[in-house]
Nanobody, 128 residues
Framework: QVQLIESGGGLVQAGGSLRLSCAASGRTFSRYYTGWFRQAPGKEREFVAALSRSGDSTYYADSVKGRFTVSRDNAKNTVYLQMNSLKTEDTAAYYC?????????????????????WGQGTQVTVSS
């Protein structure tokens, strides 16, 4: 079992930065691939980024590539999403996710539909 709790969301102006954190419970956290998804009102859930178990490999949606950085600290059981150069279209609820299989984070008819563990979400609002 893995429990995920996000923090760090808030209101920021376009061009600004935020760092989201996702604290995980469980001694086996390092066995899990982790990732971030987001969902804006009226829109489908969207894959944002994923990270290998060691943190050495990262994967990003084209919409955030070059602006967002995902990382993890397995000693602290924490995953981070550093978001720079934020745009109004980045406004969404952001969710941390974890699964034993990377393919579940990156695939699915609906993004994330096969992911096993989710956080409760944290709201990010980018104003113009």
């Amino acid at each position: 079992q893995v429990q995920l709790i996000e923090s760090g969301g808030g209101l920021v102006q376009a061009g600004g930065s935020l760092r989201l954190s996702c604290a995980a419970s469980g001694r086996t956290f390092s066995r899990y691939y982790t990732g971030w998804f987001r969902q804006a009102p009226g829109k489908e859930r969207e894959f944002v980024a994923a990270l290998s178990r060691s943190g050495d490999s990262t994967y990003y949606a084209d919409s955030v590539k070059g602006r967002f950085t995902v990382s993890r600290d397995n000693a602290k059981n924490t995953v981070y999403l550093q978001m720079n150069s934020l745009k109004t279209e980045d406004t969404a609820a952001y969710y941390c996710a974890a699964d034993l299989f990377l393919s579940r984070l990156q695939g699915g008819v609906t993004p994330g539909s096969q992911v096993e563990y989710w956080g409760q979400g944290t709201q990010v609002t980018v104003s113009s």
